[in-house]
């Protein structure tokens, strides 16, 4: 609580050394969970991605100490409760900051994780469609390679990441990358894209070149399907 009120008044130094004093409790309860999650945002914040990450996973699977390598199965019945349902905020901060730190694989991964520990299980609250997402040129590329393997398993596959994805980014919009050579090119890059989006036009969607679109049309773009014309619109975004 204190911590709280430090940083309600912008003292987010003072506010850290609490936060970091409530996250390193070894008991596990709700307010270490907390203070671990919002450690991780202070961190997230200054761009100090690869220790924001040791403790969102620390507020996400709450029991294993920080830096720990050993995770206990998302099923194991001795994994801390989801306190009020907020493990898929925690899992959501989670993927942003991986996906900064340019591990769009381990993201998706993760997502998909936690994903399934709430299929199995559900929230009380009412359950969230989502079926359109927008998705950042970080994740353009993996995301073409996903669908560039012909074949119903790998449009199914891409489907789910795009279902995921669109949940996550409506909410935890995810910073740009540390910025890897291979995927500055494309920071322009907004691709909307439906989670029923149809093998057509995912099989335009590998074909499709980025990189020479964002070289050629500007600083930014963004790509939508045009169910009329049945192929991918690139607009350029004047910013």
Same mark, same amino acid.
């Given at each position: 609580?204190?911590?709280?009120?430090?940083?309600?008044?912008?003292? %987010?130094?003072?506010?850290?050394?609490?936060?970091?004093?409530?996250?390193?409790?070894?008991?596990?309860?709700?307010?270490?969970?907390?203070?671990?999650?919002?450690?991780?945002?202070?961190?997230?914040?200054?761009?100090?991605?690869?220790?924001?990450?040791?403790?969102?996973?620390?507020?996400?699977?709450?029991?294993?100490?920080?830096?720990?390598?050993?995770?206990?199965?998302?099923? %194991?019945?001795?994994?801390?409760?989801?306190?009020?349902?907020?493990?898929?905020?925690?899992?959501?901060?989670?993927?942003?900051?991986?996906?900064?730190?340019?591990?769009?694989?381990?993201?998706?991964?993760?997502?998909?994780?936690?994903?399934?520990?709430?299929?199995?299980?559900?929230?009380?609250?009412?359950?969230?469609? +989502?079926?359109?997402?927008?998705?950042?040129?970080?994740?353009?590329?993996?995301?073409?390679?996903?669908?560039?393997?012909?074949?119903?398993?790998?449009?199914?596959?891409?489907?789910?990441?795009?279902?995921?994805?669109?949940?996550?980014?409506?909410?935890?919009?995810?910073?740009?990358?540390?910025?890897?050579?291979?995927?500055?090119?494309?920071?322009?890059? +907004?691709?909307?894209?439906?989670?029923?989006?149809?093998?057509?036009?995912?099989?335009?969607?590998? %074909?499709?070149?980025?990189?020479?679109?964002?070289?050629?049309?500007?600083?930014?773009?963004?790509?939508?399907?045009?169910?009329?014309?049945?192929?991918?619109?690139?607009?350029?975004?004047?910013?």
């Amino acid at each position: 609580m204190l911590a709280e009120f430090l940083a309600r008044q912008g003292r %987010d130094g003072e506010a850290e050394g609490w936060y970091r004093r409530a996250a390193l409790a070894t008991y596990g309860g709700y307010d270490v969970l907390r203070g671990a999650e919002r450690l991780g945002d202070l961190l997230a914040a200054r761009r100090e991605y690869e220790e924001a990450e040791t403790w969102y996973c620390r507020a996400y699977y709450g029991d294993d100490p920080p830096g720990s390598t050993e995770r206990r199965p998302l099923g %194991d019945q001795f994994r801390p409760i989801d306190y009020a349902g907020r493990q898929p905020a925690v899992a959501r901060k989670r993927a942003a900051n991986l996906l900064a730190m340019g591990k769009v694989a381990d993201a998706d991964a993760f997502l998909a994780e936690a994903e399934d520990y709430q299929r199995r299980n559900p929230s009380r609250g009412p359950a969230e469609v +989502v079926t359109t997402a927008v998705l950042t040129g970080v994740l353009v590329p993996f995301l073409q390679t996903l669908v560039s393997k012909a074949g119903e398993d790998s449009y199914r596959s891409a489907r789910a990441m795009i279902h995921r994805w669109a949940t996550m980014l409506r909410r935890s919009p995810a910073p740009p990358p540390e910025s890897p050579e291979e995927q500055a090119s494309l920071e322009g890059v +907004v691709l909307r894209i439906s989670a029923h989006v149809s093998n057509e036009a995912l099989r335009q969607l590998a %074909d499709l070149d980025f990189t020479v679109i964002r070289q050629t049309m500007g600083s930014a773009v963004e790509v939508s399907w045009d169910e009329s014309s049945h192929e991918w619109k690139i607009t350029p975004v004047h910013r």
